[in-house]
């Protein structure tokens, strides 16, 4: 799974300000995805991306931002942090659709302050 | 939209007894059923899917069986291992073909 980064790996900030998650894969995968993860309510999925330059909401978008100028890049941008946004944040890809595998980075953990 | 519950939220067996991990979702028309692993610290990785075109699908000591009348798949793991301690997601596809997650089983193996 080396195919799959993230940076950073762990990410203490301050309250209103931005913020912004790398995510990077090797394999060409046409679908990434940002999820966030926390106790007790599972994955929850914030953005995905269906190719460069596509880009759609999930279940809990509100707070982020997400861009994909280049394939292999999805970086997730918190525009002004807040607490309830302290989470552990995976980034995933697949090769077509939301169905083929999903094949996760190690995971951000984000503590808001 | 698509809803997935998933029990029990902790379950505890002896190392060589099985465990069952049980998922209901909500959308008749999804058709994607996979199984991810989480170790502690870890990524969450698949172990085994199915698709609602088929009733059961087997792989060595894990298996997952599909119900589409009820709405609801389950993991089977037999001859638990100490490997096998680890967190289980279930999840389901919607209509955008994404993926609704459960909750998440912590599996304990008591040696």
């Known amino acids: 799974d080396a195919g799959i980064t993230q940076s950073p790996r762990y990410k203490i900030t301050e309250t209103g300000r931005q913020v912004t998650l790398m995510c990077h894969q090797t394999?060409?995968?046409?679908?990434m995805f940002w999820y966030r993860q926390d106790l007790g309510h599972g994955l929850r999925l914030i953005y995905y991306?269906?190719?460069?330059?596509?880009?759609d909401k999930g279940e809990v978008p509100d707070g982020y931002v997400v861009s994909r100028s280049k394939t292999e890049n999805f970086p997730l941008t918190l525009e002004s942090a807040t607490r309830s946004q302290t989470s552990v944040y995976f980034c995933?890809?697949?090769?077509?659709?939301?169905?083929?595998?999903?094949?996760f980075g190690p995971g951000t953990r984000l503590t808001v302050l | 939209g698509e809803n997935v519950e998933q029990h029990p939220s902790t379950l505890s067996v002896q190392e060589g007894d099985s465990a069952v991990i049980k998922c209901t979702y909500s959308?008749?028309?999804?058709?994607?059923f996979p199984w991810y692993k989480q170790e502690l610290g870890k990524r969450p990785q698949l172990i085994i899917d199915?698709?609602?075109n088929v009733g059961e699908k087997k792989d060595q000591r894990i298996a997952v069986t599909l119900n589409k009348t009820a709405k609801h798949f389950s993991l089977h793991i037999t001859e638990t291992q100490p490997e096998d301690s680890a967190v289980y997601f279930c999840?389901?596809?919607?209509?955008?073909?994404?993926?609704?997650w459960g909750a998440g089983t912590k599996l304990i193996i008591k040696p």
């Open positions: 995933a890809s697949s090769h077509r659709v939301g169905t083929d595998t999903q094949y």
């Open positions: 394999w060409s995968h046409s679908y």
């Open positions: 991306s269906a190719a460069a330059d596509i880009t």
């Open positions: 959308d008749s028309a999804s058709n994607y």
């Open positions: 199915i698709r609602s």
């Open positions: 999840a389901a596809s919607d209509s955008n073909y994404q993926l609704i």
